[in-house]
């Protein structure tokens, strides 16, 4: 197991970013060694901040750029591996979201969101409709389709998750922090030594409270000599592109294969075993399935047997979305605004968040590899089928607003 990021969230301000990047990072290289002290590897201190286009209300999106590249190079002299910049809302002067692409491709160490909906609000169908064309667009900025790894869609996620891209900061709060946690491992090593279903959620509530006991311990501290607010972990069990380290190897363990039949209840152990846990929470705390970061995943999908609809029914039992989903780099802007729509209408309906992190990959067809394995956070895979689209002309593909309500729960 170890902690994939310490994430400090702070407000950064337009004419001086250096303050808030500088206090958090006094803060974050002083945690990390803490926690390396408790037995726990770290691999990234991030910083999230308020949603971007509230920093640049006072001038307008026309200095994004500039902006972007003054935090990344800001972040960088700090020792700071990356920055989330937030997500631009329905509710945002829609040229924000046409800043996105140059501010991707000015950096390599920013990340950016679009939040689709809300409870509140519902679902934006045109903003789905021009974050599908976004997607398209951050996809050509370079040769392999990577950049759009620092992008995603966001539905119905607040601030404080520590997990990126879905990171930001609530705009006028005090500094916080929160831990994101890679602890597949746990689930495999909990799973390979158990002799029943009891057993194997048993042993897995073991491994996640001895953890996040110890994590707890030390972020307690930190956050009395630093003054600083505690705003969880989220254990989510992500994985790593190793057997040892995956989250659907550990699923598969139980007795069944992904993309087929049982993979609902293979999920519900995992997510009923966390939920057993007492600990303060972050973010998603959920099933974190991601296609191309997990090594089994990344088989399932490349022969054929794992689909995006398969992982949407995760999803559906309290995953965290469509994560490093590879795509055809010809998917039609409709079948990236369905996936967009059923992320956001899922999230919206059970009344959790969810991200959906596509990756047209250009001038690739289903079936073909990949070939992003040079990322060292990524599995060799093959590009996955792409859904069938949205209906042209179809009310899906309108102007309106889809309001979803959430289940009720009836005695």
């Known amino acids: 197991m ?21 206090q958090a990072a006094n803060f974050l290289h002083n945690a990390v060694p803490a926690f390396e002290k408790a037995g726990f590897a770290v691999q990234t201190r991030r910083v999230a901040s308020q949603p971007f286009p509230r920093i640049l209300a006072p001038i307008g999106p026309q200095a994004a750029v500039p902006y972007a590249a003054r935090v990344a190079e800001l972040a960088k002299s700090y020792g700071i591996d990356y ?22 491709a000015a950096t390599d160490s920013l990340f950016f969101a679009v939040s689709l909906g809300d409870p509140v609000h519902g679902v934006d169908l045109a903003l789905a409709r021009r974050t599908a064309a976004l997607i398209q667009q951050v996809s050509q900025l370079s040769e392999d389709g990577l950049r759009n790894l620092h992008l995603a869609a966001i539905a ?12 930001y900061h609530t705009d006028g709060e005090p500094m916080s922090f ?27 509530v ?14 307690e501290a930190l956050a009395a000599d630093f003054d600083i607010v505690p705003g969880g972990i989220d254990f989510s069990l992500a994985p790593f592109p190793e057997d040892a380290i995956s989250l659907g190897g550990a699923m598969e363990r139980l007795g069944m294969t992904l993309g087929g039949s049982g993979g609902a209840a293979a999920a519900a152990v995992i997510m009923s075993a966390l939920d057993r846990v007492p600990f303060k929470r972050a973010g ?3 099933l974190m399935l991601p296609v191309l970061e997990d090594s089994v995943l990344a088989r399932r999908a490349a022969s054929g047997q794992l689909s995006t609809t398969d992982l949407l029914l995760y999803s559906a039992i309290c995953g965290t979305g469509l994560d490093t989903i590879p795509l055809p780099g010809d998917i ?37 590899p990949t070939g992003l394995e040079h990322f060292e956070y990524f599995a060799p895979g ?12 179809g009310l899906l593909l309108g102007r309106d607003v889809l309001r979803v309500r959430s289940r009720l729960r009836h005695a």
């Open 2 to 22: 170890k902690i994939r990021s310490v994430t400090a969230f702070v407000n950064l301000s337009l004419a001086e970013p250096e303050l808030g990047l500088a």
């Open 83 to 104: 920055v989330a910049l937030g997500p631009v809302h329905a509710s945002d002067d829609p040229e924000y979201l046409d800043t996105i692409p140059a501010m991707i």
């Open 156 to 167: 119905n996620c607040g601030p404080g998750a520590p997990f990126f891209p879905a990171a």
């Open 178 to 204: 929160a831990l994101a946690i890679q602890a597949a491992d746990l689930a495999v090593q909990a799973f390979s030594e158990a002799e029943s279903l009891v057993d194997a959620e048993d042993r897995l």
């Open 206 to 219: 073991q491994l996640v409270m001895a953890a996040a006991n110890d994590l707890t311990a030390v972020s």
């Open 284 to 286: 998603f705390n959920g």
């Open 332 to 368: 039609p802007v409709e079948a990236l605004t369905g996936l967009l729509l059923d992320v956001a209408a899922l999230a919206l309906r059970l009344d959790k968040p969810l991200t959906a992190r596509l990756m047209p990959l250009p001038g690739k067809a289903a079936g073909d």
């Open 382 to 393: 093959r590009v996955m089928a792409a859904p069938a689209g949205l209906t042209p002309g």
